[in-house]
């Protein structure tokens, strides 16, 4: 056995040992907050057994082991449905970058440390109302004030801030250059005066997003994590530290199987949905388009193992598969028809077709629209031009609104 | 099984692109379709000289003892060439048959013969709609084929043609030579597939294999020729994208290059995706040959080749506008092709039914 394949067992044994604690039956109607205090003994108990920071320096606290190690244990740990939703951002993108670009190594240490064991929480507050995909847009100000810095503005979208103690933040530092370079990166402390979370209820029922307002809040120079104008660059790096993350061929919402499943019980003008060709037209598209998915990642896996980059291919994951979720959800809701109406807000998208359809679209539009990946696609992968951009060069106190 | 090509797949991948780049002629392929019953001799030529025929073939039969990722590898670079000639997919079909089949001086001789390309082979399951008949029509008794194979690929000039037949004890597979039929050629749209009913009065033929075995190993020979014919559409489509990125890198209107549009763009970057995925299916099918997991990966890559490659001829043509649409410009080569690959080794409504067979509750 590879130690890929021995961690990968180990890993697999934890899980299934901590499962009926933690996952997703142990979570079963619990209020959110229980849910969180659960999901912060379950990061506890990760870090202790040495499942916690597993592809980052054992002098950050991490296991010091490789990237396939952690999407091994992070595919693993997906089938379990432990409550693990509320470090995914946290320990994915801010805490690596304060590892990176913190100026106070000691401090981050500490935040680092505090993070992996679930007791703190980051979050990312990039997006905003005149801006999500189009991030150097964004109106969020930060000017001099002493000799530090007083930022003003408002942020959207962001997941988690409500239990949030800190966060990193993209500010406009310089108004009257061109747009990407005004920019400049910090660490925000949430529960700081002047910093207001307001929860957003989305059309699924649940709460995970917010709008956050920041009035005269002061920072302090040490909480700038970038050049003054050369935070741009910084948010970019954040946004591809993980490019090739666990991913799943279902787009997050019921496996095949489950619709197979379905299409055996249900009958469409009294005959079995299963023998209709529709249906098998429906099953059959999904499971070549998710089995071309899976084996693609496999691909990147063993080119990864192979000390090899994998190609851009990784990227279609997100896109083909959300979209495809979104339909097959639909019809699958056409096969129910009106013979079980009854909905559960707080079912798993993995598991309820009502659910994962109401919770598709925002698949399709957070961490890049389809749109927005399309045009990546197009413009990094295959080289065609870039959309035609009016602000391009104008200094952005001059961009018409 | 590994997903990657290791070096010597990689330079077949290379050499065979390169040959085919520097041998391909637009004018010669849009010749071809003018005519029927004409095959591309250049092409096949090109095959036995490459020894693309013998790759797949065992070392004790004068072949090279690779197997279907190498197969796809050139299946591939004939896609992207649009090239003539159907033998290459059906010549390992027949090779598998004779592989399963007891070893006898005729299943050596053809086996050798087909490695080296000197002889050609077709494969003759379907019969009217069916792409794989459970009771096949044409029976075997005696010795002797009688009854009609329909629309079979190559079947105008292939030498020996592998039959689905019924014999008293049930399906059978047989071997017979077709020297002595003179089938016309079929005028199709894609007249280089030399596609052709075969109508056998009486004629010899070796059995292969029969027993309850037969549909299986029918089924895995298809499966088998779907790998390779999912390679060839990859292939298509993937030089039909680059066709269609390179125009809309030069063609302007509205004063910008026509890429720079979101509806162009966002089109040419939904093939990549269909590209990939069959890509990265039709990999996954060759790796999984000889595994229980075949049918299924051969299916995925099947439904996902087809789907790419009729989606990048439709597109691509849609991207060039007028000009694409011109006897000249030869777009139509793919679309021809396009199509006759999606209804050679049975069609997507075929593979989707058998597909979802399997996934619920297997194959009988």
Redesign the interface.
Known sequence: MSDLEAFRTRGHAWLESVAPTFGRDARTGLSVEDDLALGRRYQAAKFDAGFAGINWPTEWGGQGLGHLEKIAFDAAEMNFGMPNGYFGISLGMPIPVLMRFGSDKAWAKERVLAALKGEEIWCQLFSEPSGGSDLAALRTRAEPDGNGWKMTGQKLWTSWAQYSDYGVIVARTDPTVPKHKGLTYFWVDMKAPGVDVRPIKLAGGDSHVNEVFFDDVKLTDDQRMSPVGEGFGVALTTLMIERYVATDSAGFGPP?ELF?DLA?EAEINERPA?ED?RI??A???N???R???E??T??AM??ME?G?QPGP?GS?NK??AVRSRQKLSELAMDLVGTSDLAFDPHASTKSDWATSWLNAPTGRIAGGSD?TL??T???K????????RPDKGIPFNQIPA | MSLLYDEGQQAIATESRRVLDARSDKARLLGLIEQTGVIDTAWWDTAREQGWTALAAPEEHGGLGLGLVELGLVAQAAGAATAGAPFLTAGYGVTRALLAAESSDTTAHWLAALASGEATGAVAFAEQQAPLPQRPLVRFAGGKLNGTKHGVVGGAKADIALVLALSDEGPCLVLAELAAMTPPAIASYDPARCSADLTFADTPATLLLNGPGVGAAALDIMAAMAVVTAHEQVGGAEALMGIARDYALTRKAFGQPIGAFQSIKHRIAELYGLIEIARANAIDAASKDGTPAFFRAAAAARLSATEAYDTAARDCVQIHGGIGVTWETGLHLHMRRARSLAVEQGNMLWWEDRLVTDLDGGLE
């Open positions: 095949i197979v055996r299963i060709g098998r037209s099953i059959a598209r499971y070549a388009m089995a071309g998915l084996a693609i496999r691909r063993m080119m192979a090899m291919e279609l896109l083909v749109e399309l045009n696609i197009a413009e992968i295959l080289g065609l031009p870039q959309d035609h």
